[in-house]
């Protein structure tokens, strides 16, 4: 798309667009299936004062003409770590390995159907680490299919207390560590 630009950036970098995060995330969500309200939005800003505080922060942003269009994020979970307590128990070798956990990934609706998302999450993961790249998503959202042509698969589910239970979706990032 003419005039967007793509940045990567770590924690330090991330403060500095907490507003424009929280924005986005606030237009993402109170949009169906997710029809989120302020409750929620304080939640995020607790989960996102977290997630800059993890191992291994990373978030890459589009920008055109320097609003903020779409987000990326994620930090490493270790080893023996799982994605939430209660969540489906997934295969021994996965909770074993270390993982990429995208708690975000948003695109402003003016952005979508155009490659943007894509591209965020590409630019996000193709350089972690990390075997495996996990995250929670709504299984009525639309995006929902994206990531099965993007080869997500789910193990399981996490049933949060503000909103429905969601899949749990894992993407093996390295050919050398299969499940």
């Known amino acids: 798309m003419e005039g967007l630009t793509y940045t990567t950036t770590d924690a330090v970098g991330a403060r500095q667009l907490t507003d424009d995060v929280r924005n986005l995330y606030v237009a993402v969500y109170a949009e169906p299936p997710y029809n ?3 409750e929620h939005v304080r939640q995020f800003r607790r989960w996102w004062s977290n997630h800059l505080r993890q191992p291994g922060f990373a978030l890459v942003y589009a920008a055109d003409a320097g609003r903020v269009a779409g987000v990326a994020y994620g ?22 390995a270390d993982k990429v956990l995208v708690p975000e990934w948003m695109v402003d609706r003016a952005y979508r159907g155009r ?28 995006v929902r299919r994206l990531y099965e042509r993007m080869g997500w698969r789910q193990y399981g589910r996490i049933r949060p207390k503000m909103i429905p239970d969601m899949d749990v979706l894992v993407l093996r990032l390295s050919s050398e560590d299969a499940l």
């Open 75 to 96: 930090h490493t979970m270790p080893g023996g770590e799982w994605i939430e307590p209660g969540a489906d128990e997934p295969p021994a070798r996965l909770r074993a």
């Open 36 to 38: 989120e309200g302020p």
């Open 115 to 142: 490659g943007v998302g894509r591209r965020l999450l590409s630019m996000l993961l193709d350089a972690r680490p990390e075997p495996y790249a996990v995250l929670a998503a709504n299984s009525q959202a639309p």
